[in-house]
């Protein structure tokens, strides 16, 4: 296996493949609503989005309708998806993803009025204004996934050695060749609610995808879930990646309702070929 680094250094951060010294333009008309997607096709960034000038209003979340909120500024790592919506004022302002924990950005130009481009190290002060949070988002009455008790409750411990840089699930190891050697697949049989607890035990952000299923965010807790909940969220948003924060425990729960052996993993693209995956494993679904 290729020697892994502690941490990956790249010389830039590009949106839509540009650098932050020749952005792309967005050019609107002042007035104008304009939806922004945001995908983080990064490997292993976790980006923390801004418009200068500008409150956001996030709509949606990895596709599925959200209750609109308002905030500053969002955190977005791999894999996931966002909406932003949001009414333009009248200049020339940046639209910057700061790569977290890392002295660099991402940026873009939105351009409604005439004036100088920002500097490609713009840091616009919504940076430091209100984070969107998982509290704050709530699934539109179409989506909701209706509140029921699990029917099975899988915890997903998320693990690993930063000396090693070795990732795991539940302290096992998933080798793409041979899915089922190794790891202890996570049950769940057709019909089910299934709640997944992904409890982050390392030191670093995991985003973590499911694929096959979305799922609604249904609690949030510190201190590795020792205790009771931070907060239940009655209608969670919907998503199929999610970003759990070190040392953080947050529930998702959804109807096992496609059938199949599907991955769950790490979105990032260092950890997962360390083996940061299992399986969501249906059985007796004939
Ligand atoms: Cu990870």
Redesign the pocket.
């Known amino acids: 296996m290729p020697r892994c680094v502690r941490q990956r250094e790249y010389p830039f951060y590009l949106l839509n493949g540009r650098l932050p010294t020749a952005p792309q333009t967005f050019n609107a008309k002042p007035g104008q609503r304009a939806r922004f997607r945001i995908i983080n096709a990064a490997g292993a960034t976790v980006f923390r989005i801004a418009l200068g000038g500008h409150r956001l209003t996030v709509t949606h979340s990895d596709g599925f309708p959200m209750r609109p909120v308002d905030v500053d500024t969002l955190l977005i790592s791999s894999g996931e998806r966002y909406d932003l919506m949001v009414t333009l004022d009248d200049g020339v302002f940046p639209l910057v993803a700061v790569a977290e924990g890392r002295l660099a950005q991402a940026m873009g130009v939105v351009r409604t009025g005439r004036g100088a481009a920002p500097p490609p190290d713009a840091a616009p002060r919504e940076l430091a204004g209100r984070v969107l949070a998982l509290t704050d988002m709530a699934a539109t009455a179409p989506v909701r996934v209706s509140a029921r008790d699990p029917d099975v409750t899988h915890l997903v411990y ?1 693990t690993g050695d930063m000396e090693e840089f070795a ?1 795991r699930i539940n302290a096992e190891t998933y080798h793409p060749h041979a899915p089922f050697d190794g790891i202890t697949p996570l049950e769940v049989r057709y019909g089910q609610r299934v709640r997944l607890a992904l409890i982050n035990q390392t030191p ?4 973590v995808h499911l694929h096959g299923h979305s799922f609604a965010i249904r609690s949030v807790a510190a201190n590795y879930g020792r205790g009771p909940p931070v907060a239940n969220i009655k209608h969670g948003a919907i998503k199929d990646t999610l970003l759990v924060p070190p040392g953080q425990r947050i529930d998702v729960d959804f109807t096992a309702d496609n059938p199949g052996q599907w991955l769950i993993h ?1 979105h ?1 693209a260092y ?1 997962l070929p360390t083996g ?1 995956a299992t399986v969501l494993s249906y059985v007796d679904s004939s």
């Open positions: 998320l990732w670093m952000y995991h985003p790490c990032n950890h940061m």
